[in-house]
């Protein structure tokens, strides 16, 4: 992986002076309605996700501030379901925070992709950056700075993407969180498993590789063989056993194929 030593070419930032006030501008509105351009097609396809998050939220039984709180803070499609998945079985608050941080470590790659192309920023700007990383965004920027490399405004197109998808999965959430409170028994309908089907389904798009292909096993074999454990700790044993056996699976395979 790069470490941002170096960049095509043609991706090489421009002097400021190249820019006149009207041509800055301009040049401003240009990233700024690309990156909403590019981002576009993954707010629609996150839409009907922020809808079944809110209304099955509120069905489990979060208050729907609590339930926006979620999609305004953690602002993670997965995570935010992974979490109302092992509310509703009874995990308990460590078991849903591990669950959490080890689904989102894959943004920690995600970072390390782009960081070639926004490590000149100043930090304020890598925080706000970073904080907002997803992967709709990450799969059109990447996509995008590749194609066109960088110049002195191209993050502003990153900044819109970002603002775009966190505006569109909160407003698709607060849609979902009416929907849920009109209809009354939500809870009592089984749509409760809609969240963890979701889950399954988010999954098993990622078990690409035999490491994540041997966490799942190992994670759903362990989960069901240690569900008599008082507080849900099968949960936890099974996700830590997981993530153990999911890095000594992908050495095996590295150190097989090194010459």
């Known amino acids: 992986m790069s470490d941002g030593s170096s960049v095509p070419a043609a991706a090489e930032l421009p002097p400021g002076s190249q820019f006149t006030p009207s041509g800055r501008r301009a040049a401003l509105r240009a990233e700024i309605g690309d990156g909403l351009k590019v981002t576009f097609p993954f707010m629609v396809g996150a839409a009907p996700f922020g809808v079944i998050f809110g209304a099955l939220a509120t069905?489990?039984?979060?208050?729907?501030?609590?339930?926006?709180?979620?999609?305004?803070?953690?602002?993670s499609g997965s995570a935010q379901f992974v979490a109302i998945s092992l509310l509703a079985l009874g995990a308990g608050a460590w078991t849903i925070w591990l669950?959490?941080?080890?689904?989102?470590?894959?943004?920690?790659?995600?970072?390390?992709?782009?960081?070639?192309?926004?490590?000149?920023?100043?930090?304020?700007?890598?925080?706000?950056?970073?904080?907002?990383?997803?992967?709709?965004?990450?799969?059109a920027m990447e996509d995008r700075y590749r194609r066109l490399g960088r110049h002195e405004l191209s993050h502003w197109a990153y900044f819109s993407?970002?603002?775009?998808?966190?505006?569109?999965?909160?407003?698709?959430?607060?849609?979902?969180?009416?929907?849920?409170?009109?209809?009354?028994g939500l809870e009592d309908t089984g749509l409760g498993f809609a969240a963890?089907?979701?889950?399954?389904?988010?999954?098993?798009?990622?078990?690409?590789?035999?490491?994540?292909r041997a966490a799942a096993a190992i994670a759903g074999v362990l989960a069901a063989a240690l569900a008599f454990l008082?507080?849900?700790?099968?949960?936890?044993?099974?996700?830590?056993?997981?993530?153990?056996g999911a890095v000594a699976v992908d050495r095996i395979v590295a150190a097989r194929r090194m010459p």
């Open 59 to 75: 069905a489990q039984g979060l208050h729907p501030f609590e339930t926006m709180a979620m999609s305004l803070f953690v602002f």
């Open 99 to 139: 669950a959490t941080f080890i689904l989102n470590l894959r943004h920690t790659l995600y970072a390390a992709a782009l960081v070639p192309y926004v490590r000149h920023l100043s930090l304020p700007w890598r925080f706000v950056l970073s904080a907002g990383l997803t992967d709709e965004t990450f799969a």
């Open 161 to 184: 993407s970002v603002v775009a998808m966190h505006l569109n999965w909160n407003f698709w959430t607060l849609l979902g969180i009416v929907a849920g409170s009109q209809v009354t």
């Open 196 to 212: 963890i089907a979701t889950f399954i389904g988010m999954v098993v798009q990622k078990l690409t590789t035999p490491g994540a």
């Open 230 to 244: 008082p507080h849900n700790l099968g949960l936890t044993i099974a996700t830590l056993a997981a993530i153990c």
